[in-house]
């Protein structure tokens, strides 16, 4: 009996550390657990951190919730597609960053499994660049519309994500340059090369007519100025000879002026002297004066006809 005790202790020991070993777990940073028992999958889901489950019965799947990093990010490789004109080409790479909304993780595995990214994100960029390169020629492709194909797919796996409810956002589609038969690159690049040298030429030659055109108003601005400063100065002496009209007229009128005033100061000294006159030459005075005349004569004439002279 104490035997058998022996050998049952450390079995039972060995069978719980077994038993706990496989029922502890960790769910990582970023990721939330759901759980399968006997394949149907259970309506909660466990945090990150260290968990324990039914052992042996259950399966643990780890689902990121948070915006894929780099190397996380889902990359689908070598797409092949036909374009309109028949040309085979070959995406090497699409990345698409999504992240899966925390709250729908148990509806998204319910509804598109585990692997629900390879129906939502793989299997459907395939379809958009084959979609994409049926729709178009190759000089869309690969240089006219190149630069629209990220927000087409984007739009595109947003759009399904959305109208099936998946609870997955599209963040960003990166899709690398398509890679074509190796004639039809040289081709391109020999028409790169002379667009690029045409590209020079046109840009140089606006160059040149925008240097003839500044040179132009250059000279445009010079004459307008020197026009400017003609007119100005003719003007000014235009002015300058208005003013000195203006001052020779003055000048006169002021010589007109003080004449007049001269004439009539004279006239008004004659007519005053004329007054003045006239009440002074009376006949007493002129008498008088007639007697002085005469007594200061140093002849004395004697005769009958003497007093005629006088008369």
Same mark, same amino acid.
């Given at each position: 009996?104490?035997l058998?005790?022996?050998?049952?202790?450390?079995?039972?020991?060995?069978v719980?550390?077994?038993?706990?070993?496989?029922?502890i777990?960790?769910?990582?940073? *970023?990721?939330?657990?759901?759980?399968?028992? *006997?394949?149907?999958? =259970? !309506?909660?889901?466990?945090?990150?951190g260290y968990?324990?489950?039914?052992?042996?019965?259950?399966?643990?799947?780890?689902?990121?919730?948070? $915006?894929?990093?780099?190397?996380?990010?889902?990359?689908?490789?070598?797409?092949?597609?036909?374009?309109? *004109?028949?040309?085979?080409?070959?995406?090497?790479?699409?990345?698409v #960053?999504?992240?899966?909304?925390?709250?729908?993780?148990?509806?998204?595995?319910?509804?598109?499994?585990? !692997?629900?990214?390879?129906i939502?994100?793989?299997?459907? $960029?395939?379809?958009?660049?084959?979609?994409?390169?049926?729709?178009?020629?190759?000089?869309? #492709?690969?240089? /006219?519309?190149? !630069?629209?194909?990220?927000?087409?797919?984007?739009?595109?796996?947003?759009?399904?994500c959305?109208?099936?409810?998946?609870?997955?956002?599209?963040?960003?589609? +990166?899709?690398?340059?398509?890679?074509?038969?190796?004639? #039809? +690159? &040289?081709?391109y /690049?020999?028409?790169?090369?002379?667009?690029?040298?045409?590209?020079?030429?046109?840009?140089h030659?606006? #160059?040149?007519?925008?240097?003839?055109?500044?040179? +132009?108003?250059?000279?445009?601005?010079?004459a307008?100025? @020197? @026009?400017?400063? %003609?007119?100005i100065?003719?003007?000014?002496?235009?002015?300058?000879?208005?003013? %000195?009209?203006?001052?020779?007229?003055?000048?006169? /009128?002021?010589? $007109?002026? &003080?004449?007049?005033?001269?004439?009539? %100061?004279?006239?008004?000294?004659?007519?005053?002297? %004329?007054?003045?006159?006239?009440?002074?030459?009376?006949?007493?005075? =002129?008498e008088?004066?007639?007697v002085?005349?005469i007594?200061n =004569?140093?002849? $004395?004439?004697?005769g009958?006809?003497?007093?005629?002279?006088?008369?």
């Open positions: 009996m104490t058998t005790s022996e050998r049952v202790i450390p079995l039972a020991i060995v719980f550390a077994v038993i706990l070993q496989a029922s777990h960790k769910i990582h940073e *970023g990721h939330v657990g759901v759980y399968y028992i *006997g394949g149907r999958l =259970l !309506d909660a889901y466990t945090e990150a968990n324990v489950m039914f052992p042996f019965f259950t399966r643990v799947h780890e689902m990121q919730i948070t $915006i894929q990093a780099r190397n996380f990010t889902d990359e689908v490789t070598n797409i092949p597609c036909g374009t309109r *004109g028949g040309v085979m080409i070959t995406f090497e790479k699409v990345e #960053v999504n992240i899966l909304d925390k709250s729908r993780v148990i509806q998204t595995v319910r509804n598109y499994g585990i !692997d629900y990214d390879k939502w994100i793989f299997d459907k $960029i395939h379809h958009e660049i084959n979609q994409f390169c049926s729709q178009h020629t190759l000089q869309d #492709v690969y240089i /006219e519309k190149f !630069d629209t194909v990220d927000d087409r797919i984007k739009e595109a796996l947003q759009r399904d959305n109208t099936y409810d998946t609870g997955i956002s599209i963040i960003a589609v +990166r899709v690398t340059k398509p890679k074509i038969p190796e004639i #039809v +690159r &040289r081709n /690049e020999e028409m790169e090369a002379q667009k690029t040298q045409y590209m020079i030429a046109v840009e030659q606006k #160059v040149v007519e925008k240097q003839a055109e500044t040179e +132009r108003r250059r000279l445009q601005i010079e307008e100025t @020197a @026009a400017s400063v %003609a007119t100065r003719k003007q000014q002496e235009i002015m300058e000879q208005e003013a %000195a009209k203006n001052v020779s007229r003055i000048k006169d /009128e002021m010589h $007109i002026a &003080r004449e007049k005033a001269y004439a009539d %100061a004279e006239h008004y000294k004659l007519q005053q002297e %004329a007054m003045a006159n006239e009440k002074l030459l009376t006949k007493e005075y =002129l008088l004066k007639r002085q005349a007594s =004569l140093s002849k $004395i004439y004697f009958n006809a003497i007093p005629a002279m006088f008369r």
